[in-house]
């Protein structure tokens, strides 16, 4: 995707070389309109969140203020790079060139079906990819229900189906600079105490606790949300813990991506499903597992540092010299 957004904006040139190649050769300015034209549609092709998106929306006179802006930005612009092009023909004293006018009028319509072939904005803006912070800000609104529907295929896959196939369409699934917002529609739909997924939740719990994920903080809350699809279910929180055990340890500047200390502190003292076939020992050794990670937590989160503040208060000047 980062490679299409290259080649739409080099496609992109294209378009602005119209009128400047025109100015050039000493066209009237009677094309200014044309290219104007072909600018409007270039715009409403790939942005198309700047525009009205239903008839009704047409309708509103807000729509039409803000699509006569546009209209008139880009008159304004064709105008602009027109009288550049008249000017550097002039300074180099090139004249009028026997040019066929419809030849610069297609070098800037080229550029509309280039950039539409390579850049569709509503699937780009489904994976978190945009064009600019303009594009970014328009499409926040939606982006939310456009993960929620990103990951439905994810939810309809059998429970039955194997893992390295589950696997394999998470990573693709969430291997998107919008993937924070899909764990969250996913986490968010898994949280029904009705759906099972059990392959899916294990994929999702794998996945979210790997070193690559975590370490860099692109995909905020991650291990918080892997304890919360583990669902309290014993065989994924034996998975979980000492994953995320060795990862606060490694990472401890990430301590708020991780469940908070109570939450841990409370799935570790709460009563085993009575149908579960875990022995007693290994449900042991995970209580103490989750109390072991809760401590590591809050040590790292410097709740530990403000626990010991609060029961031993000491001046001001000795707090500054430890933390200095």
């Known amino acids: 995707m980062l490679t299409r957004m290259r080649l ?57 203020l803000s699509a006569l802006a546009q209209i008139l930005s880009q008159v304004l612009l064709v105008g602009i790079l027109f009288g550049v092009g008249r000017g550097f023909g ?23 079906p280039l950039c539409r072939m390579l850049w569709d904005a509503d699937e780009a803006a489904s994976q978190g990819y945009f064009l600019d912070d303009e594009a970014e800000f328009a499409y926040a609104g939606n982006a939310a229900g456009q993960a929620a529907a990103a990951v439905i295929p994810l939810l309809n896959l059998a429970d039955t189906a194997p893992d390295a196939e589950v696997t394999q369409a998470v990573a693709t699934a969430l291997d998107v ?71 606060i340890a490694a990472f401890p500047n990430r301590a708020e991506d991780f469940p908070p200390p ?22 042991a050794d995970l209580a103490d597992g989750l109390r072991a990670l809760a401590r590591s937590v809050e040590a790292a989160s410097g709740g530990a540092d403000r626990a010991v503040a609060a029961q031993d208060p000491a001046p001001v000047a000795a707090i500054t010299r430890r933390t200095a």
Not at 18 to 37: I, T
Not at 43 to 48: E, G, H, I, K, S
Not at 98 to 108: D, E, K, Q, R, T
Not at 186 to 192: D, K, N, V
């Open 177 to 247: 600079p919008a993937a924070d917002l899909r764990l969250n529609a996913l986490t968010a739909a898994l949280a029904h105490p009705d759906r099972s997924h059990a392959a899916l939740r294990r994929a999702l719990v794998l996945w979210a606790t790997e070193p690559e994920i975590v370490a860099p903080g692109h995909v905020p809350g991650s291990m918080a949300s892997a304890f919360s699809i583990a669902g309290g279910n014993l065989d994924l929180l034996r998975l979980y813990v000492p994953r995320a055990i060795a990862l």
């Open 90 to 112: 002039g300074l180099a004293n090139i004249g009028t060139l026997s040019v066929n006018p419809v030849l610069p009028l297609a070098v800037s319509f080229v550029s509309i």
């Open 8 to 64: 739409v904006k080099g496609a992109t040139a294209l378009l602005y070389f119209g009128p400047l190649l025109a100015g050039l050769c000493g066209f009237g300015w009677d094309m200014v309109a044309s290219f104007s034209a072909i600018f409007v549609v270039w715009l409403m092709v790939l942005r198309p969140e700047q525009w009205p998106a239903s008839p009704v929306e047409w309708l509103t006179g807000r729509s039409w």
């Open 262 to 283: 109570d939450l841990l502190i409370e799935a570790a003292e709460a009563e085993p499903a009575p149908d579960s076939d875990l022995p007693a020992h290994l449900q």
